[in-house]
Nanobody
Framework: QVQLVESGGGLVQTGGSLRLSCAAS????????MGWFRQAPGKQRELVAA??????NYGDSVKGRFTISRDNAKNTVYLQMNSLKPEDTAVYYC?????????????????WGQGTQVTVSS
């Protein structure tokens, strides 16, 4: 089984930046898809960003502000968050899947981290 551990969350003012990290217990070469999701109280979980091979997708609300990247040598995926807004406040979850992307879309992500809180104050 794969363990995913998020870090880097915290409290930041509007317009500030944070970088979230997701450390995997296996080589991320074996993980076809990695993504970041977030969930605010009373709201549904939403996609923030996902990377599959050379393809990257962002949620509409974060395009132009957030960047997903990975460091294969460190088995770590990052989410750089800039120009933060109060509506970005949520628990952010790292997710990964070793299966083919079609299976991921059909069945959901295989592995999930525990989440890290991001709070943006005005």
């Amino acid at each position: 089984q794969v363990q995913l551990v998020e870090s880097g969350g915290g409290l930041v003012q509007t317009g500030g930046s944070l970088r979230l990290s997701c450390a995997a217990s296996v080589s991320i070469f074996n993980l076809n898809t990695m993504g970041w999701f977030r969930q605010a109280p009373g709201k549904q979980r939403e996609l923030v960003a996902a990377i599959t091979g050379g393809s990257i997708n962002y949620g509409d609300s974060v395009k132009g502000r957030f960047t997903i990247s990975r460091d294969n040598a460190k088995n770590t995926v990052y989410l750089q968050m800039n120009s933060l807004k109060p509506e970005d406040t949520a628990v952010y979850y790292c997710a990964a899947d070793s299966r083919d992307p079609i299976t991921t879309m059909l069945m959901g992500y295989e592995f999930w981290g525990q989440g890290t809180q991001v709070t943006v104050s005005s």
